[in-house]
């Protein structure tokens, strides 16, 4: 079933009224993303460059403390989202944003295994319904034909804390003795303060509702106003073929759909954090495996390496979809890609190659993601689509938790006979799921197919 695209005059106002959300909002809260991406995984940085060694980590350990991060995360991920829809987005990211930045200062005089299990433990309490609230907050903002270059704009965040990141935590690791701290810990607190900065401007600069931008006029708060209560009415009329309407909080979770894109969005984080969480550690074993040699800094950049061609791909992917419309290719595809390149990327005989393949994989990851996250707001509304937003990034963030622990835990229990951590087996198990999330959005597509359309829409949003 392919989708059909009917192009629609632009009014002025309407470009106007995007132009100045593109250019006064999303900027703002893709900087709190690019905040919150650096801090949960500054401790793949802080653990090859110091932190390990000083706390007598094992992998499996490090592998713990970082998926352990989810555990909370997940827990409060959709109280906490309800929570947005009830007091309003402002607040609310505000408020966790001020939370975790201070939960991640804490980092800085972590001891032991045990305290730093604890504290990644309560980060991700304080983090719990960062990211699905600002999914939410922005579709709120956007007519969904404009969703998905919103979202995009948004979504370079991630790669490009990553981009800057990198580099940056290695600044911070390379000022070692200031304050009397370690470098991995000062590179903790250099990261964590931006993020109780950054929240309470939130609670000035954010708004709830077009009606209250003053950096809209009135013609562009009337026409935003009525498009989205227009679309929203639309949205709440659509029926499925049993005839339950999609606009109640039980619909997110008694919704197939709704389970079938969380286990495909599972696929895609689970290789995200394998990457995020284990990309600086397999640049840190260079030095062994290709008898190369870096500095804390040189590490930092090449890390960064791969996220630079992620974000072009990102922008450029969406930007077809948008002319295309969202095809079933467009998200399988993509993970085809990053489930061969992943471990094959293991296979590579020089740091170069090793990078250009990973690379490859960033760039597969990092263009579905923005696209992927423009189709539960297409046929949820109200705490419907609170809670299935929220629902999703759950059940994808289990693989926060797994692929870390079981990447970590799987490398050291197939060590080589010198006790040097192997990572053969626990790629190939990425890529895996990589590939369980193209067969998903593959059948999902298929179902699609045997909906009629309703009212002259399709109930199911992407095509073969």
Same mark, same amino acid.
């Given at each position: 079933?392919?989708?059909?695209?009917?192009?629609?005059?632009?009014?002025?106002?309407?470009?106007?009224?995007?132009?100045?959300?593109?250019?006064?909002?999303?900027?703002?809260?893709?900087?709190?993303?690019?905040?919150n991406?650096?801090?949960?995984?500054?401790?793949?940085?802080?653990?090859?460059?110091?932190?390990?060694?000083? #706390? +007598?980590?094992?992998?499996?350990?490090? &592998?713990? =403390?970082?998926?352990? %991060? *989810?555990? /909370?995360? @997940? $827990?409060l991920?959709?109280?906490?989202n309800?929570?947005?829809?009830?007091?309003?987005?402002?607040?609310?990211?505000?408020?966790?944003?001020?939370?975790?930045?201070?939960?991640?200062?804490?980092?800085?005089?972590?001891?032991?295994?045990?305290? #730093? +299990?604890i504290?990644?433990?309560?980060? &991700?309490? =304080?983090?719990?319904? %960062? *990211?699905? /609230?600002a @999914? $939410?907050?922005?579709?709120?903002?956007?007519?969904?034909?404009?969703?998905?270059?919103?979202?995009?704009?948004?979504?370079?965040?991630?790669?490009?804390?990553?981009?800057?990141?990198?580099?940056?935590?290695?600044?911070?690791?390379?000022?070692?003795?200031?304050?009397?701290?370690?470098?991995?810990?000062?590179?903790?607190?250099?990261?964590?303060?931006?993020?109780i900065?950054?929240?309470?401007?939130?609670?000035?600069?954010?708004?709830d509702?077009?009606?209250?931008?003053?950096?809209?006029?009135?013609?562009?708060q009337?026409?935003?106003?009525?498009?989205?209560?227009?679309?929203?009415?639309?949205?709440?009329?659509?029926?499925?073929?049993?005839?339950?309407k999609?606009?109640?909080?039980?619909?997110?979770?008694?919704?197939?759909?709704?389970?079938?894109?969380?286990?495909?969005?599972?696929?895609?984080?689970?290789?995200?954090?394998?990457?995020?969480?284990?990309?600086?550690?397999?640049?840190?074993?260079?030095?062994?495996?290709?008898?190369?040699?870096?500095?804390?800094?040189?590490?930092?950049?090449?890390?960064?390496?791969?996220?630079?061609?992620a974000?072009?791909?990102?922008?450029?992917?969406?930007?077809?979809?948008?002319?295309?419309?969202?095809?079933?290719?467009?998200?399988?595809?993509?993970?085809?890609?990053?489930?061969?390149t992943?471990?094959?990327?293991?296979?590579?005989?020089?740091?170069?190659?090793?990078?250009?393949?990973?690379?490859?994989?960033?760039?597969?990851?990092?263009?579905?993601?923005?696209?992927?996250?423009?189709?539960?707001?297409q046929?949820?509304?109200?705490?419907?689509?609170?809670?299935?937003?929220?629902?999703?990034?759950?059940?994808?963030?289990?693989?926060?938790?797994?692929?870390?622990?079981?990447?970590?835990?799987?490398?050291?229990?197939?060590?080589?006979?010198?006790?040097?951590?192997?990572?053969?087996?626990?790629?190939?198990?990425?890529?895996?799921?990589?590939?369980?999330?193209?067969?998903?959005?593959?059948l999902?597509?298929?179902?699609?197919?045997?909906?009629?359309?309703?009212?002259?829409?399709?109930?199911?949003?992407?095509?073969?």
């Amino acid at each position: 079933m392919a989708n059909t695209r009917v192009e629609t005059p632009v009014s002025s106002i309407e470009k106007s009224t995007i132009r100045k959300i593109s250019i006064r909002l999303v900027p703002f809260v893709a900087l709190m993303f690019f905040i919150n991406y650096l801090d949960r995984s500054a401790i793949g940085f802080a653990g090859p460059n110091g932190m390990n060694d000083d #706390l +007598a980590l094992t992998v499996t350990q490090v &592998g713990f =403390a970082s998926g352990v %991060f *989810f555990i /909370g995360y @997940i $827990l409060l991920e959709v109280p906490s989202n309800l929570a947005l829809a009830r007091f309003g987005a402002r607040r609310w990211l505000a408020r966790i944003m001020v939370t975790w930045g201070i939960v991640a200062v804490l980092f800085t005089w972590v001891g032991s295994f045990e305290h #730093l +299990a604890i504290l990644r433990f309560a980060l &991700g309490v =304080a983090e719990a319904g %960062f *990211f699905p /609230g600002a @999914i $939410l907050f922005l579709s709120l903002w956007v007519p969904a034909r404009h969703r998905g270059k919103i979202l995009a704009l948004f979504y370079l965040a991630q790669p490009l804390s990553t981009v800057i990141g990198a580099p940056f935590a290695g600044l911070l690791i390379g000022a070692d003795g200031f304050l009397g701290l370690e470098g991995w810990r000062v590179m903790f607190l250099g990261v964590g303060l931006p993020a109780i900065i950054v929240g309470l401007i939130a609670w000035f600069y954010l708004k709830d509702k077009p009606a209250d931008a003053k950096w809209l006029n009135r013609e562009e708060q009337e026409w935003l106003t009525a498009e989205l209560a227009s679309e929203r009415a639309k949205t709440e009329a659509l029926h499925v073929v049993s005839g339950k309407k999609h606009g109640g909080f039980k619909q997110a979770f008694t919704s197939g759909r709704v389970w079938m894109l969380s286990l495909i969005y599972f696929g895609f984080i689970y290789g995200l954090y394998t990457l995020a969480f284990f990309l600086p550690t397999i640049i840190a074993g260079f030095q062994e495996i290709y008898g190369v040699e870096y500095n804390v800094f040189e590490r930092g950049l090449i890390t960064a390496i791969p996220y630079v061609p992620a974000a072009i791909a990102l922008w450029f992917w969406t930007r077809d979809v948008s002319k295309r419309g969202l095809k079933t290719w467009h998200i399988a595809g993509p993970a085809v890609v990053a489930a061969v390149t992943i471990p094959l990327a293991l296979f590579a005989g020089s740091p170069a190659l090793t990078i250009a393949i990973i690379a490859l994989t960033a760039m597969a990851i990092f263009a579905v993601l923005p696209n992927f996250w423009t189709l539960p707001t297409q046929f949820l509304t109200g705490a419907a689509a609170a809670a299935g937003v929220a629902l999703i990034n759950t059940v994808g963030n289990l693989a926060g938790f797994g692929a870390p622990y079981i990447t970590g835990a799987v490398a050291d229990a197939t060590a080589d006979a010198a006790g040097n951590p192997q990572y053969f087996l626990p790629m190939g198990i990425v890529g895996f799921f990589m590939l369980m999330s193209a067969v998903l959005m593959v059948l999902l597509a298929r179902a699609g197919k045997k909906n009629a359309p309703i009212n002259g829409e399709s109930v199911v949003t992407v095509a073969h």
